[in-house]
């Protein structure tokens, strides 16, 4: 990514973050990549505006089937604790797992790209549910328009809480999964944990550019970052930076180029192989993708399924937090699903923002209280399975 690039270029893409529809990001975009010098050193940039240019154009064009009543839809509103998305090849057994893993009932068939469009369905853990949404077969070379709904199906991807990959483990697994890890690098989705993060939030209320260091910069120092931020006319913009990151990081970042997706692999078709051969490919995969969960499933003889939804609640790195009245004896039965990290601050922020203001304090039962009932501030870490109760200055709560 180059750091360095002209005044104009540097103002159109401004632009376009301030866009808001697709039709205005889409316009600002293409204004962006004219604006782009052409040399060695921006190349990957460019690659990456070329495909979200198309991108845009299919999520307007979309929105104006949408609006005339015809097409297909990609978009699948979330639903539920976290969105999962299957992705794979064709006929590698996904709508045969959707249908036993939820509730849809998606048509199975030996003929390949049987599903056309995304098919929706909720996956219970416990007490919550997940949403399962099963994508349209990708094949080799999706990423670069080899088939119109491609680069549709890694928008969905891009927009999912976790990737599911299906694999069907009687042809050739390891290409499927090579294939599909190299279409979503292509599409900017990487499957590898980034040792740090950066957090960018936009926002009119923040004055100039402001980098808030909760990590360790690796390459360069904060006054580097702030460079970045004034040579990219970042304002308006806080950055966080947690663990470990480069440079590189940051403005990949902040140029919104690159997203990391936790991810289920899912082997299937146990059944048409032997015992020796899986637990070869589910050691390479191991080493091929280091941060995923693996399970190994035939939807034919329904055998490794339940294993699958505990592995989701895993990745998608959320806790359950039951809330409880004041002198009510139990909680509420539905929890509220919060990132892994949140605090009593977040917590009381999702029931009602304005209750911070009156927060007095806040009693803990559960893994991350001392013991029960201890007495807690706004900035105390929650953990899975804690169930809180709240006192705030307003009378009665
Ligand atoms: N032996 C065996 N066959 C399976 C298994 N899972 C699915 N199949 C068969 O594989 C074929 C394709 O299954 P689908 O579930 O439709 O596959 P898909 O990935 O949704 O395929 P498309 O939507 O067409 O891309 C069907 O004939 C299924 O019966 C399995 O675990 N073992
Ligand atoms: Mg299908």
């Given at each position: 990514m180059p750091t360095n690039l002209p005044a104009e270029?540097?103002?159109?893409?401004?632009?376009?973050?301030?866009?808001r529809t697709p039709e205005e990001k889409l316009a600002a975009l293409q204004e962006f990549f004219s604006a782009i010098p052409k040399h060695k050193g921006t190349e990957n940039l460019r690659a990456w505006v070329r495909r979200k240019i198309s991108e845009l154009k299919e999520e307007v064009e979309e929105k104006r089937l949408r609006r005339s009543g015809g097409g297909i839809s990609f978009f699948i509103e979330k639903e539920g604790a976290a969105q999962v998305v299957m992705l794979g090849m064709t006929q590698v057994g996904k709508s045969s797992l959707l249908r036993l893993l939820t509730n849809a009932k998606p048509e199975v068939s030996n003929v390949p790209f049987t599903t056309k469009k995304p098919v929706p369905g909720m996956m219970r853990y416990e007490d919550i549910y997940f949403q399962v949404v099963e994508a349209p077969a990708l094949v080799e070379g999706s990423a670069d328009g080899a088939i119109w709904w491609g680069t549709r199906v890694?928008?969905?991807?891009?927009?999912?809480?976790?990737?599911?990959?299906?694999?069907?483990?009687?042809?050739?697994p390891l290409r499927q999964v090579n294939v599909l890890i190299k279409e979503l690098k292509t599409a900017g989705i990487y499957l590898k944990k980034p040792r740090g993060k950066v957090l960018v939030r936009k926002s009119k209320a923040i004055h100039g550019a402001k980098v808030v260091l909760c990590g360790k910069l690796i390459d360069c120092t904060i006054d580097d970052v702030r460079r970045l931020l004034e040579v990219s006319r970042m304002y308006g913009i806080e950055v966080r930076?947690?663990?470990?990151?480069?440079?590189?990081?940051?403005e990949k970042a902040i140029y919104e180029t690159v997203t990391y997706k936790p991810c289920l692999v899912v082997l299937n078709k146990a059944d048409l192989v032997s015992r020796d051969f899986t637990i070869k490919v589910v050691n390479s995969i191991k080493d091929i993708l280091p941060d995923a969960e693996v399970a190994v499933t035939s939807a034919k003889v329904r055998k490794g399924l339940n294993d699958i939804p505990g592995k989701v609640f895993k990745l998608a790195d959320i806790i359950r937090v039951y809330t409880k009245e004041p002198n009510s004896p139990k909680p509420s039965?539905?929890?509220?699903?919060?990132?892994?990290?949140?605090?009593?601050?977040?917590?009381?922020?999702?029931?009602r923002e304005e209750f911070v203001k009156y927060?007095?304090?806040?009693?803990?039962?559960?893994?991350s209280a001392k013991y029960p009932g201890e007495r807690v501030g706004l900035n105390h870490v929650l953990e899975d399975g804690d169930v809180i109760e709240v006192r705030t200055t307003i009378k009665g709560i």
């Open positions: 270029a540097r103002a159109k893409w401004l632009k376009y973050l301030e866009a890694l928008g969905l991807a891009r927009n999912a809480d976790v990737l599911m990959l299906v694999i069907d483990l009687s042809n050739d930076i947690y663990g470990e990151v480069t440079l590189e990081d940051v039965p539905e929890p509220l699903i919060l990132k892994r990290g949140s605090t009593v601050e977040d917590a009381v922020r999702r029931v927060f007095k304090y806040a009693r803990i039962w559960g893994p």
